[in-house]
């Protein structure tokens, strides 16, 4: 179990963007209180935010995956004995942080036993997705890349962003506090029976912006505050389970709310 009321180191990985880091820098009142940002990696030859997260003093390190699998002989990067090596050579690099928390924040991979291994119960990943939301067999309703726009295809009238603990399942793993809801406009409805995708998939594509620039930092940062105070419990999470009960809801304006009060909130029993 981690130590309550101490700050959490914490190691970032991320592909083309890590959509939650400059506000866990520069805005996060937590940052120096809840966490503090030991380094970051890219599996890219760079990310968007590389040259400002440089500039407040965080190491960061190009892990490029694509010349890894090359290297290798492989053309694709679908082969996961090799992504395990891929993530031993990920753990060479995050070790000398000592972090106590890892932190997928704009990653676009999975990370394999090796990672999750070495930080059990410990792995983070921000998923624009209403991880609450649930099939009958367990698994969450709109997992992977394309979370937003699978969401619009359902007819869903709102979308929101999970935090989440990583387990072997791609999103599956425990919710920990999830976004306030993201409306989604009626103009949805015409576009999905609209002659040709690229309108659809150009509101798509915004909606996820939005929720992106809106709720990443904050919620990423509302998460690491709820482990470092100790109001969750990492370890207990992973025991309960991913559907035994609801994840935290941060509000639009910054407040938390605990699953019993979200249903005081809705006016539920």
């Not at 924040?105 to 930080?119: E, Y």
């Amino acid at each position: 179990m981690l130590t309550p009321h101490r700050t959490l180191r914490v190691a970032v990985l991320c592909s083309h963007r890590a959509p939650g880091l400059l506000y866990l820098l520069n805005q996060s009142p937590d940052r120096g209180a809840s966490y503090e940002i030991v380094g970051c990696v890219t599996d890219q030859t760079t990310f968007a935010e590389e040259v400002r997260v440089e500039r407040r003093g965080v190491p960061t390190v190009q892990h490029p995956i694509g010349a890894f699998y090359r290297a290798r002989g492989a053309a694709r990067c679908g082969d996961m004995a090799l992504r395990a090596e891929y993530d031993a050579e990920t753990l060479k690099i995050v070790e000398p942080w000592f972090p106590d928390i890892l932190l997928l924040d704009g990653s676009m991979r999975l990370v394999t036993s090796r990672i999750l291994n070495r930080f059990r119960n410990r792995v983070l990943n921000l998923h624009f997705s209403d991880l609450t939301l649930r099939t009958p067999r367990g698994g969450p309703r709109h997992p992977g890349i394309h979370a937003v726009r699978d969401a619009l295809i359902a007819g869903a009238p709102e979308t929101r962003a999970t935090v989440h603990l990583v387990d072997e399942a791609p999103d599956a793993g425990p919710p920990i506090v999830r976004s306030w809801p993201f409306p989604v406009s009626p103009l949805v409805e015409d576009l999905r029976t609209h002659p040709g995708p690229e309108p659809f998939k150009a509101y798509a594509f915004a909606h996820e912006q939005w929720m992106m620039r809106t709720a990443a930092g904050p919620l990423v940062a509302a998460a690491l505050r709820l482990i470092a105070t100790g109001a969750i419990d990492l370890d207990a999470l992973a025991a309960a389970g991913p559907t035994a009960g609801c994840a935290w809801v941060l509000e639009r304006h910054g407040m938390l709310f605990a699953p019993e009060a979200e249903l005081v909130q809705a006016g539920r029993p």
